[in-house]
Nanobody, 124 residues
Framework: QVQLVESGGGLVQAGGSLRLSCAAS????????MGWFRQAPGKEREFVAA????????YYADSVKGRFTISRDKAKNTVYLQMNSLKSEDTAVYYC?????????????????WGQGTQVTVSS
């Protein structure tokens, strides 16, 4: 059974930084894509960033490009999301997800497994 456990959320002032972690277990993820999504109150879940586990190719939403960095540590089976220059509009619950099949990395319904989410609140 695949498990994804996020950590690292919290309250930060605008302009600050946070690093989210997603510990993955339950199988080998060598050919999978790992993604981060977020959902603010009253809004749909939206794509933030994704990384291919094997080659490390990265993809970002335009809204976070240049501020957020996704990475993975194969030895620790962990994916990270480094968030810098945070803005109030980044406030949301952030979810880690894993995808084994084809289809766009930016679409939530293509992902097979999800973590429980971690709250990020940016105060202005």
């Amino acid at each position: 059974q695949v498990q994804l456990v996020e950590s690292g959320g919290g309250l930060v002032q605008a302009g600050g930084s946070l690093r989210l972690s997603c510990a993955a277990s339950g199988r080998t993820f060598s050919s999978w894509t790992m993604g981060w999504f977020r959902q603010a109150p009253g809004k749909e879940r939206e794509f933030v960033a994704a990384i291919s586990w094997s080659g490390g190719s990265t993809y970002y939403a335009d809204s976070v490009k240049g501020r957020f960095t996704i990475s993975r540590d194969k030895a620790k089976n962990t994916v990270y999301l480094q968030m810098n220059s945070l803005k109030s509009e980044d406030t949301a619950v952030y979810y880690c997800a894993a995808k084994s099949r084809g289809g766009s990395y930016a679409l939530a319904y293509n992902y097979d497994y999800w973590g429980q989410g971690t709250q990020v609140t940016v105060s202005s």
